[in-house]
């Protein structure tokens, strides 16, 4: 089978569901897919961080809680810790380390009960503690991942830190908001796509370099 790679420059792509489906068992009937619920991870900043990203997460999540083939679940990027933790959390510096390994750990025991892993991203440091992570471990339990990649320093950020190409690489799909970030990933050579006409389509390339959409 022919192997495919994508970007989306909306999400969530219309309908959404099959963009999930379609990671997993491409080949198979989609009548035949919701019978056993997708298991995806969402992991993403929560709600103690107002921005565009938790809001998105809770968007994506909302969309899927009442359909039954998708089952999915939430951890944070910034988890609140109890207790003694939670005190090392409002230490500057020492926070980070504390929130870090807390997440690690919780995504060791959160990953290998899932499917598929949809990680939001920004840049830089926050790519660093939050998302490289997500992927690393996502890829030693063997699963698939989607990188919603949302920040408009991408170009400085795959220019400059040696860990974002090689980690980027290791995942399934990238999704990207706008056309100006397609355009970014495609002269770093992931994931190449070109932007679509229509904001209901989903443009893809096959590993042989064929263009594909996929309109609803």
Not at 6 to 33: C, G, K, N, V
Not at 107 to 114: D, G, I, S, T, W
């Amino acid at each position: 089978m022919e192997s495919q790679t994508y970007i989306f420059h909306q999400w969530p792509p219309p309908p959404a569901l099959y963009s999930f489906i379609d990671i997993l068992e491409p080949s198979m009937p989609r009548e035949t897919q919701t019978h056993n619920p997708i298991r995806v991870l969402l992991a993403a900043p929560s709600l103690r961080i107002i921005g565009g990203q938790s809001r998105q997460a809770v968007r994506l999540m909302g969309l899927f809680q009442d359909e039954p083939a998708v089952k999915i679940s939430f951890v944070p990027h910034n988890p609140e810790l109890p207790g003694l933790l939670g005190w090392l959390q409002n230490i500057k510096y020492l926070r980070t380390l504390v929130t870090t390994v807390a997440y690690c750990f919780l995504l060791l025991a959160r990953v290998p009960k899932c499917d598929l892993i949809h990680i939001f991203s920004a840049s830089y440091y926050s790519y660093l503690c939050c998302v490289a992570p997500a992927i690393l471990i996502g890829k030693l339990f063997r699963k698939k991942i989607i990188l919603n990649y949302r920040s408009g320093e991408a170009e400085d950020h795959l220019e400059n830190w040696r860990t974002a190409i090689p980690t980027i690489k290791l995942v399934d799909q990238i999704v990207v908001p706008s056309g100006y970030l397609v355009d970014v990933f495609a002269r770093f050579n992931l994931r190449r796509a070109s932007s679509s006409t229509s904001s209901s389509s989903i443009a893809f390339r096959t590993e042989n370099g064929k263009r594909c959409d996929r309109s609803s």
